[in-house]
């Protein structure tokens, strides 16, 4: 916030956390700010986002099941060789 309040581009401030943005939205947003159409530009991060979010959750839930029958296999391997 503070080097928005300078007058810095909103980019630049968010390169400064790149663990948190990846590059491809600071680069997004900076092409948003100079095309005047940052406002269309965050909200199609934020469809994106929330995407992503809803595809690993798709993801984990895919995954389970396939994950218990191997646990379930390598128990009563176990089981049988004991």
């Known amino acids: 916030i503070y080097m928005i309040k300078q007058g810095k581009p909103l980019y630049i401030a968010l390169q400064m ?3 948190i943005f990846p590059h491809y939205f600071i680069y997004l947003i900076k092409v948003g700010e100079e095309t005047g159409r940052l406002n269309q530009v965050l909200l199609q991060l934020t469809s994106y986002q929330q995407k992503m979010i809803e595809r690993k959750a798709q ?3 895919a995954l389970l099941y396939p994950l218990f029958v191997c646990m379930m296999s390598l128990l009563i391997t176990v089981a049988l060789l004991i």
Do not use: N, T
Request: hydrophobic share 50%; proline share 17%.
């Open 59 to 61: 993801l984990k839930k």
């Open 17 to 19: 956390f790149p663990m």
